[in-house]
Nanobody, 122 residues
């Protein structure tokens, strides 16, 4: 139901855009978001956006550097990442949940996409 893509290798200070294609989602997927998991660390919330209204939210660690957007007509969600740092290196996952608080808290996630690897070299 969720297919993430766009990861790769980039130098510090560079940019990447991740994409998440959503299909056959249900009413339990009002909010889309991104998480990431670095080696040896827990999965952490990155950003979210509502399908209706496009309300966005960001983790403090990415605020001002990452931008989440969606294209409802194409059922696509994007994460534009700029000013990348080596500590942004991780597997990035897209996810869907019924509401924003559930997604931010990683509770009752309805759908997970497979991870796409982002590697930022120093």
């Amino acid at each position: 139901q969720l297919q993430a893509s766009g990861g790769g290798l980039v130098q510090a200070g560079g940019s990447l855009r991740l994409s998440c294609a959503a299909s056959r989602l249900t009413t339990s997927s009002n909010v889309m978001g991104w998480f990431r998991q670095a080696p040896g660390r827990e999965r952490e919330y990155v950003s979210s956006i509502t399908w209706r209204g496009g309300r966005t939210h960001y983790a403090d660690s990415v605020k001002g550097r990452f931008t989440v957007s969606r294209d409802g007509a194409k059922n696509m969600v994007y994460l534009q990442m700029s000013s990348l740092k080596p500590e942004d290196t991780a597997l990035y996952y897209c996810a869907a949940a019924i509401d924003s608080s559930s997604l931010r808290d990683n509770r009752n996630i309805a759908y997970w996409g497979q991870g796409t690897l982002v590697t930022v070299s120093s």
